[in-house]
């Protein structure tokens, strides 16, 4: 039985290609390019990384973005294996010619490309064979436009792998008036996380028409409570992004701030997003299990984020959900050192459903240590914390710290 495709939105196509960025023998053969096109311009907006240390994808990327004259979309090239950053001057005149040569092949402007790069910092991007591969995917969408399929949203999605164990993507509809509008993405990410606006990249594509100002401000916000909130390992990339492309081929009038439509799209868009970013924490970097992280009863939205986001970047909690010890002595500590409001002696701390300490004291008895050791166990695991002090809550998406996190970033250039 044939395996069913995951659909695209109207007006969008996709290519891939296989450049040989990593080098002869170390991307085993696969396809390291891709390329997002959208058949007329798409309204576009994008989160970056808040890092200092950014790659010239990122500069160039973030310029366009905020140009009134630029910040619509046609295309997006995507590369692994190399990730243009800590490059220089070279670095950015890269970047440009990738955008520049895009532009040529696709017969659209250069200021409607945008570039976006993962892989290995400070090697500078092997032009030689990336131009070729620009080629080779502006064939690829010219040929869609022929008659021919193009690629799939899943080879998309795993040309732009790096650590990945497996390529992470979805799609919803919308409904928008009495049309079915929808949302398809796809993303990377595996180690290296840690948002704030992580290394992950996130692609999102949709027919409807929408307004550039609520465009930016669904997408803002669905990062706000997903990719933001998620850490694999506390490190923050210097190539994230999230763009996301409304090219408006549903045919609805674009929608405005506040209005039903945009309220139904925003909710997906943040669904989405938060799913993806359990993707990714499902996929950290020799992770075995994932685990959330709820606080509530803070005395703010911002504190309460702050505090979920310590507990779980903690390497002694990640280690302990590894190792299934339902330690509460390494979590309490933790919010102590978190810059929030609090009082130790009103925490309380669930493993799952188990209370393992009340009022900032244990809870007696061994049964419930080993109610608390078998939440643990499971593939899915739930830490939540109430500080008892306010009304505002927040979840943090991690995953556990293992061995083979170690081995894996000990042989990442090799």
């Not at 495709?5 to 007006?11: D, E």
């Not at 532009?103 to 490309?113: P, S, Y």
């Not at 390992?233 to 209005?259: F, H, I, R, W, Y």
């Not at 240590?369 to 078998?374: C, F, P, S």
Request: glycine share 10%; aromatic share 4%.
């Amino acid at each position: 039985m044939p395996v069913k495709k995951t659909p695209l939105p109207k007006g969008f196509k996709l290519a891939v290609a296989r450049a040989g960025i990593k080098g002869p023998g170390l991307a085993k053969g696969r396809n390291d390019m891709a390329l997002i096109y959208s058949e007329r311009d798409a309204a576009l907006a994008g989160t970056f990384t808040t890092n200092k240390v950014i790659g010239a994808p990122v500069v160039m990327n973030k310029q366009k973005a905020r140009s009134a004259s630029s910040n619509s979309a046609r295309a997006i090239v995507i590369n692994s294996g190399n990730s243009n950053s800590c490059t220089g001057a070279r670095g950015m005149r890269d970047v440009r010619r990738m955008a520049a040569l895009s532009a040529k092949h696709l017969g659209i402007d250069e200021d409607h490309v945008y570039v976006c790069s993962t892989g290995v910092i400070g090697v500078p991007m092997p032009m030689g064979v990336v131009r070729p591969g620009l080629k080779n995917l502006a064939e690829g969408i010219l040929e869609g436009a022929s008659g021919k399929s193009g690629a799939s949203v899943e080879a998309a999605a795993r040309a732009i792998m790096t650590t990945d164990s497996y390529p992470k993507f979805l799609s919803r509809t919308v409904k928008i008036g009495n049309r079915i509008a929808r949302v398809t993405a796809v993303c990377k990410g595996a180690g290296m996380i840690e948002p704030d606006m992580a290394t992950m990249l996130c692609f999102v594509m949709t027919d409807i028409a929408v307004e550039k100002p609520a465009l930016k401000s669904a997408l803002k916000a669905a990062v706000g409570d997903s990719f933001n909130m998620l850490t694999v390992d506390g490190d923050q990339s210097t190539s994230d992004c999230v763009l996301l492309m409304a090219n408006g081929a549903l045919g609805n009038a674009p929608l405005k701030k506040n209005s039903v439509g945009l309220k139904r799209f925003s909710k997906a868009l943040a669904g989405m997003c938060y799913e993806m970013a359990t993707m990714i924490a499902r996929d950290g970097e020799g992770a075995t299990k994932l685990l959330q992280v709820v606080v509530e009863g803070a005395r703010t939205g911002a504190q309460a984020k702050k505090a979920a986001k310590a507990v779980a970047n903690s390497l002694l909690v990640k280690t302990a959900v590894y190792g299934a010890d339902p330690n509460w002595g390494r979590i309490l500590p933790v919010l102590g050192r978190g810059g929030i409001f609090m009082d130790p002696l009103k925490v309380d701390i669930f493993i799952g459903k188990v209370k393992i300490a009340s009022n900032g004291l244990a809870v007696a008895g061994a049964a419930a240590v080993k109610r608390a050791r078998k939440e643990l166990k499971k593939k899915e695991v739930l830490i939540r914390v109430d500080l008892k002090v306010g009304k505002a809550s927040a979840r943090a998406i991690s995953c556990d710290l293992t061995e083979e996190y170690i081995r894996i970033n000990s042989e990442y250039t090799t």
